[in-house]
């Protein structure tokens, strides 16, 4: 059994402890955003796609995540090179890579409600990943969240006949829709409505979908804990103290899980990273003190920092700051 299933075990009998929080590196990033996913090199250039996956196997190695999400064709190259034999890490491939994900150069496709679309054939994932992830949005408008739906409602039918298991997650829509009151309660609202008629063979192994602040993450967190496990992602890199921030009130509020792609990989140090998340949530460290620590960590590698320490120390992420 996986480190993963151990954890889930736990959260969902009630067992659980700081430990027991799940991270998730989201290395799928070559699903959105094309030659530009491996960032730029010192000469200002792309950096190739081997930069990109180099940080996959550095992070697998060190033990710190419990998921590694990756696109279907990254996931055979690890599986080729056996990475993940023996390793208490689970490899996971993104499963859907709906349009609002498509995040090309000079691109625009975020403007428009998303479109249902996968790439990644379920029968050649099964052969190096029994765990997927399946993404939706909610946009409060009827034929558009119908066709997400029944979208899902066929992927459901097509991973319980290959087998394999996955984890869902639920966007925030990139621009605003109109709700008769809040939207992170017309949200969770449907979140719960469309797993309540899903049979426990089917329904994913936890949930995963924006921080909307305190009151909405205690809500869904704590409606359904036995069946629904609550999770965070991550959004655009910012600073440390937003990484850090984000995840300590994502779980104090209940969130068990976090899937974190580029506020992990733009950090200057993946893995050190990872470890000032776990400091930050298994040793109570708060999130000033975690980006101190972090930053003792990078002058011990002899890594320069991106950021002057009180730069880094600063909150950039307008949600996060009334519940400091």
């Given at each position: 059994?996986?480190?993963?299933?151990?954890?889930?075990?736990?959260?969902?009998?009630?067992?659980?402890?700081?430990?027991?929080?799940?991270?998730?590196?989201?290395?799928?990033?070559?699903?959105?955003?094309?030659?530009?996913?491996?960032?730029?090199?010192?000469?200002?250039?792309?950096?190739?796609?081997?930069?990109?996956?180099?940080?996959?196997?550095?992070?697998?190695?060190?033990?710190?995540?419990?998921?590694?999400?990756?696109?279907?064709?990254?996931?055979?190259?690890?599986?080729?090179?056996?990475?993940?034999?023996?390793?208490?890490?689970?490899?996971?491939?993104?499963?859907?890579?709906?349009?609002?994900?498509?995040?090309a150069r000079g691109g625009c496709y975020g403007r428009n409600p998303m479109l249902p679309f996968r790439s990644a054939r379920l029968d050649r994932v099964k052969p190096?990943?029994?765990?997927?992830?399946?993404?939706?949005?909610?946009?409060?408008?009827?034929?558009?969240?119908?066709?997400?739906?029944?979208?899902?409602?066929?992927?459901?039918?097509?991973?319980?006949?290959?087998?394999?298991?996955?984890?869902?997650?639920?966007?925030?829509?990139?621009?605003?829709?109109?709700?008769?009151?809040?939207?992170?309660?017309?949200?969770?609202?449907?979140?719960?409505?469309?797993?309540?008629?899903?049979?426990?063979?089917?329904?994913?192994?936890?949930l995963k979908a924006a921080y909307n602040g305190p009151a909405a993450t205690e809500e869904i967190a704590g409606y359904d804990p036995e069946t629904i496990v609550f999770?965070?992602?991550?959004?655009?890199?910012?600073?440390?103290?937003?990484?850090?921030?984000?995840?300590?009130?994502?779980?104090?509020?209940?969130?068990?899980?976090?899937?974190?792609?580029?506020?992990?990989?733009?950090?200057?140090?993946?893995?050190?990273?990872?470890?000032?998340?776990?400091?930050?949530?298994?040793?109570?460290?708060?999130?000033?003190?975690?980006?101190?620590?972090?930053?003792?960590?990078?002058?011990?590698?002899?890594?320069?920092?991106?950021?002057?320490?009180?730069?880094?120390?600063?909150?950039?992420?307008?949600?996060?700051?009334?519940?400091?």
């Open positions: 059994m996986k480190r993963l299933d151990e954890k889930l075990d736990r959260i969902r009998s009630g067992a659980y402890s700081p430990r027991d929080f799940i991270i998730a590196d989201a290395k799928d990033g070559d699903m959105a955003f094309g030659c530009a996913t491996p960032g730029k090199g010192p000469d200002g250039r792309m950096k190739p796609l081997r930069a990109y996956r180099d940080d996959i196997v550095k992070v697998v190695d060190s033990d710190l995540a419990d998921i590694m999400l990756m696109s279907l064709s990254s996931a055979e190259g690890m599986h080729e090179r056996g990475l993940f034999a023996g390793s208490a890490v689970t490899p996971a491939v993104r499963l859907n890579d709906t349009t609002d994900i498509w995040q190096v990943a029994d765990l997927g992830l399946f993404a939706i949005t909610f946009y409060n408008d009827l034929a558009q969240d119908h066709a997400t739906l029944e979208s899902f409602a066929r992927f459901r039918d097509e991973a319980s006949a290959a087998g394999i298991r996955y984890f869902l997650e639920v966007f925030n829509p990139q621009f605003p829709v109109d709700v008769a009151g809040d939207f992170a309660t017309y949200n969770n609202d449907m979140i719960v409505r469309c797993l309540a008629g899903v049979s426990r063979h089917e329904r994913p192994l936890f999770g965070i992602l991550g959004g655009g890199a910012g600073t440390t103290r937003d990484c850090l921030e984000l995840i300590r009130q994502a779980e104090r509020y209940g969130a068990r899980v976090a899937l974190f792609g580029r506020k992990i990989y733009y950090a200057e140090d993946s893995v050190l990273m990872i470890r000032a998340m776990r400091r930050v949530i298994e040793e109570g460290l708060t999130s000033a003190e975690g980006v101190r620590a972090y930053h003792g960590d990078l002058q011990a590698a002899g890594i320069a920092p991106q950021r002057a320490l009180e730069d880094d120390l600063a909150l950039t992420e307008a949600i996060l700051k009334p519940n400091v």
